[in-house]
């Protein structure tokens, strides 16, 4: 049922309009005088005019409502001869709540033009500071150290001081120029990453227009890093145990080189590893989620081998926390310093050693290529794969993180049995190879290269064929 309109008659208009009373819900009443003026009606009781009013026609019609103030503020009369005057205005062309509209606009285009203004004073060491106390630097596992060391040795120094709405794409460029100058490709392409997200962060707080680094890619930075591929044969295995114990390099390294090799992990997750990390009962090493590259904490079955090895570790290390500790044995060591290690004795022989450093600049060069820490762990996992160990299985013990979505929701099967299998045969052909007859088992391994398909006995035929089990200890001495 339509409503009453507001009378014609001003004081009959007047007493209508004190009459009507607030519902559950805002109503309009119409003016019976002035086509689209109204009142309000609020549940509050408060009343309101109003002018509805449209410009333009066709799709460019565009339906306002003018507010013209409380009543009984503005009165009838009042109400009435304002809305004549912007019915006026607007058959002239004029658009009051456009207009209005736009002004607010620009106020508030005004506002963040002088917000960045004063902003674009704050200086990258400024932008830094603040990057590193938001959640993207501190949720790293290292609570942002590292990024802190790489931004105070190759960015700050070069344009911490310039105020961030001066920055350029040549600023970018001039920081990771200077870091490819010393060789270190994926230095520079990493550092590059960090600045681009740290403008980025700048950007969606309003603190400048545009990232300095948006048109660039990690393409533009040095060359495209070749993934490593590096791995040690079995024979190049042998070589390294014996240059190892041939080496003046300290035991602990040597043991830790070794272990890596037969446990697949990360040189890091060994460099920080805690004794109270094994269950030596249940021959086992729980490496937490928060040391590791997936997240995901792993449990590493301990072969015989393995076992034999964290024995002499302990005799050397167990009285601190830390199987690896640093020089300060309340910490770990550093992993760089475990990586320097087998750097420093693998240098071309055209490069001068570091001043301080070994003397033995090639005592555990093998094979062709320069290794790295990290093509230990390739070359257990490998040795896996020669061994008939499935890929889905390898790649668990490496901790790989699951690719697929759908693999990862619908398939939960721990593979727990099979990479126990998968440790142990890999301890088991090292051991071979290290040992007394490793050097009949490698004979034997390149023999069977030749062998018709048919008669081959492959590399696990061989291991245990080869293999002598030791005595079966359940922890450390």
């Not at 009507?20 to 408060?46: C, F, M």
């Not at 700050?156 to 961030?164: A, D, S, T, V, Y």
Request: hydrophobic share 35%; glycine share 6%; proline share 4%.
């Amino acid at each position: 049922m339509a409503r009453e309109k507001i009378p014609e008659h001003t004081e009959r208009a007047a007493t209508f309009c004190r009459s009507a009373k607030p519902e559950e819900k805002q109503y309009e009443l119409i003016d019976s005088k002035i086509p689209g003026l109204q009142l309000r009606v609020n549940p509050s009781g408060k009343k309101a005019w109003a002018l509805r009013y449209s410009v333009g026609s066709g799709e460019n019609l565009v339906k306002n409502r003018m507010p013209l103030g409380l009543f009984p503020e503005v009165s009838v009369t009042e109400a009435r001869k304002a809305a004549q005057q912007v019915k006026s205005d607007v058959a002239r062309g004029a658009d009051p709540v456009g207009e209005r509209k736009a002004e607010a606009e620009q106020k508030v285009e005004e506002a963040k033009a002088k917000a960045l203004e004063e902003a674009s004073r704050v200086t990258v060491n400024d932008l830094f500071e603040r990057w590193m106390r938001s959640d993207e630097p501190m949720g790293h596992k290292d609570q942002g150290k590292e990024l802190l060391r790489r931004f105070n040795k190759d960015v700050l120094p070069l344009i911490g001081n310039k105020e961030i709405n001066s920055i350029t794409q040549a600023d970018i460029l001039c920081v990771t120029d200077n870091i490819l100058s010393r060789g270190v490709n994926r230095m520079a392409q990493a550092i590059f990453s960090d600045m681009k997200q740290m403008f980025t962060f700048a950007v969606v707080r309003l603190l400048i227009k545009e990232n300095p680094a948006a048109n660039l890619t990690k393409e533009n930075i040095g060359k495209t890093a070749k993934p490593r591929d590096r791995v040690l044969s079995p024979r190049e295995i042998r070589q390294l145990d014996q240059a190892l114990h041939a080496s003046s390099l300290n035991r602990v390294t040597h043991l830790i080189y070794m272990l890596q090799i037969s446990m697949t992990c990360r040189i890091n997750e060994l460099c920080q590893a805690e004794w109270s990390e094994f269950d030596w009962s249940k021959r086992a090493w729980t490496i937490p989620g928060k040391r590791t590259k997936s997240g995901r904490s792993i449990t590493v079955n301990l072969s015989a081998y393995s076992i034999g090895l964290f024995e002499e570790l302990r005799a050397l290390t167990g009285h601190t926390a830390f199987c690896y500790p640093g020089q300060d044995e309340t910490k770990p060591i550093n992993r760089k310093a475990a990586t320097n290690h087998a750097r420093d004795r693998q240098l071309p022989a055209s490069k001068e050693r570091a001043s301080g450093r070994t003397i033995q600049t090639q005592s555990l060069a093998v094979g062709g290529e320069r290794w790295k820490t990290h093509d230990l762990r390739r070359s257990g996992s490998t040795l896996m794969q020669q061994l008939g160990i499935p890929t889905e299985v390898s790649e668990r013990c490496l901790n790989h993180a699951e690719g697929k979505k759908t693999k990862i929701t619908y398939h939960h099967y721990n593979y727990e049995k099979e990479m126990k299998r998968a440790w142990y045969l890999l301890s088991e052909t090292l051991s071979v190879i290290t040992g007394p007859d490793g050097e009949a088992f490698l004979k034997e391994i390149e023999k069977d290269r030749w062998r018709e398909p048919d008669e081959e006995i492959g590399m696990l035929g061989l291991v245990k064929k080869f293999y002598k089990k030791p005595d079966e200890r359940s922890y450390p001495a």
